[in-house]
């Protein structure tokens, strides 16, 4: 009787450990059937409530109250809030999943769609460029939820934003779901603008169809990432983030435009283009049935990528878009990574290995890219300005030695030429010839037009089947141009006391018209160095000008300053007339003829003797 009391203790025991273990985590249920775990509800550091649930099931629904107006919006798996916990995902062990609640505020901004693609609504966008009522998204009636049905191709790229400065985007990172039910990949992440967190990247679709996008927005529970890369109080919100806003997708079907669009190539590098977009013959690709080639000078250690161009192809024209398709480090052969470095899998820029000329050929089907290597430099060249400015015609270039560009530094291979006027509407380009060779029609030669022009607002291609620069805003400018990058840049000419070389010319008073740069014609500079000067006296009728030049620079006419540029603080200015265009006075007496740099103008003095 003893021994069965004991074997009843001990089975009563071993039922004790085993329920005590079942209570702390994965274990037997007492019913014996399977393994359960422990599923806690959190609002906070408060415990809404328990429960059981067997292993590989998952927890029943459950959605939770809260006194004061709150709304409910999901479960998440960190008390941060930032990740949702799918509470379709079978149970595997003990899990913690915390409420997210909301105060209800009317949202009333305005969402649009911003991107690049060839879709119709992406490739009009142009990275944002373009807003149009027609990338606004649809908001419902009372509920923060904007909606947008739309085109999408594959490797269309976009965000949620309010404007064109990205202001409260909504990208990747928000993204309820990326795959459609039977697996197939919809969307992903790829880069970013400006922001660099997952949020902050870019939709990518990667299965191309007709999508309505929902926009759920939580404004209370809005935020800033500070610690983002670039983040400044001034450019903050392009940093604003929703911790609980989601974007919600469903795939329509098809495309339902399907228009003609075609994606060229094109290198940028941060010397090689100074990472600006320049769609040109020096940088584009050249497509061959899909396979893509360039043939192109870079120097040692210059980073760069390949980036894209979309031309959409309409009936009467055509017009571009920048492009959403890159070719990065990831896309090299395994030949190829000794000439070029930067390779990772993930991708990024390539970097040459040594000066010379490469030849690059990327497969449009493979997504490979091929490069070859020769050990080269390119030919030393002589470059002309031409155009019909400033009284020139075309073809003056070949007789005026003041139309050729000089090198600014002793092999800098930046060629520049300064105070030049150029007239609105008025039209130019650079003209290369081989070194040393006569520059006329029947030497080879190229041109560099519009499409080398870094980007300035005060000139435009002259229209859409000629490239010359043409002249919106009048002025004079200093020319230069990189012989590597082969960009032209045009900046405002800004006189210094050490640009300058000026002489008087004219008739009366010693003067000649062809001062041929005779010292005793030379204006001298002030000693404060803000004007140059020059005494005349006048016995009888004279009449002169001022020709001035760039320092060291004698060549051609110069710019010829007139009567136009007279000025208002000289105490004789009345005394000097207008002759036709030349400063004109008949009244004797001595004169400090004064220029000054910065105005540009000139005022004359009456010297008491």
Known sequence: MKKKIMALAAICAALTMSAAFAAC??????????????????????????????????????????DGGYEFVDWFATPSKNHKYDMNAAITGDVTVYAGFTLYTEDTREFYILGSGTSELL???????????????????????YSITCDLKEGDEFQFALNSDWANKRGFGYLATLNLPDGTAAFSGQGSVYDDSAKGSNIKCEYSGNYTLTLKTYPNEDYYNTSGTGYTEERKEIYNLGLYDTIEWVRNGDVINDSVTVTDFYIKGEKITGWADMYNADTKMINNGGTYTLTVYLKEGDNFMFTSQVTKIETGGQTSSVGSEYIKSNALTAESRTLVNGYTEA?????????????FTYDGTAKTLAVTFKDETPAAQDYYLDGNFDGHKYGDFMTDT???????????????????????????????????????????????????????????????????????TEGVYDISFDSYSKIITITVHTDSADTLDLWIKGTGAGLTWDPNFQEKFRMTLSAD????????????SVEFGIAKYAKGSHEGYGEYINVSKLGTAGDANDKFKEDTNN???????????????????????EVQE
């Open 583 to 605: 400063i004109k006075c008949i009244t004797p007496g001595t004169y400090k003829v004064v220029y000054n740099i910065a105005a540009g103008t000139v005022d004359i003095y």
């Open 402 to 472: 003041g139309l050729k560009l000089t090198e600014t530094a002793s092999g800098s291979g930046v060629y520049a030429v300064k105070n030049v006027k150029l007239t609105a509407d008025s039209e130019l380009l650079l003209r290369a010839y081989a070194a040393g060779e006569k520059a006329d029609w029947d030497h080879t030669h190229k041109d560099y037009q519009y499409s080398n022009l870094a980007a300035n607002s005060a000139f435009e291609a002259a229209s859409a089947t000629n490239n010359n620069i043409k002249v919106k």
């Open 347 to 359: 991708g990024g820029n390539m970097t040459a290995v040594a000066s010379g000329m490469y030849t």
């Open 529 to 540: 160095g803000e004007s140059y000067e020059y005494t005349i006296t006048v016995t009888d």
């Open 25 to 66: 985590g994965g274990g037997q249920n007492p019913e014996g059937d399977g393994t359960y775990y422990t599923v806690t509800y959190m609002d906070g550091t408060t415990v809404l409530k328990t429960e059981r649930v067997k292993e590989g099931e998952k927890p029943a629904a459950y959605t939770p109250t809260k």
């Open 123 to 145: 490739f009009t966008s142009n990275w944002g460029k373009v807003i149009t009522d027609d990338h606004k998204l649809t908001k419902a009636s009372g509920k923060n939820e």
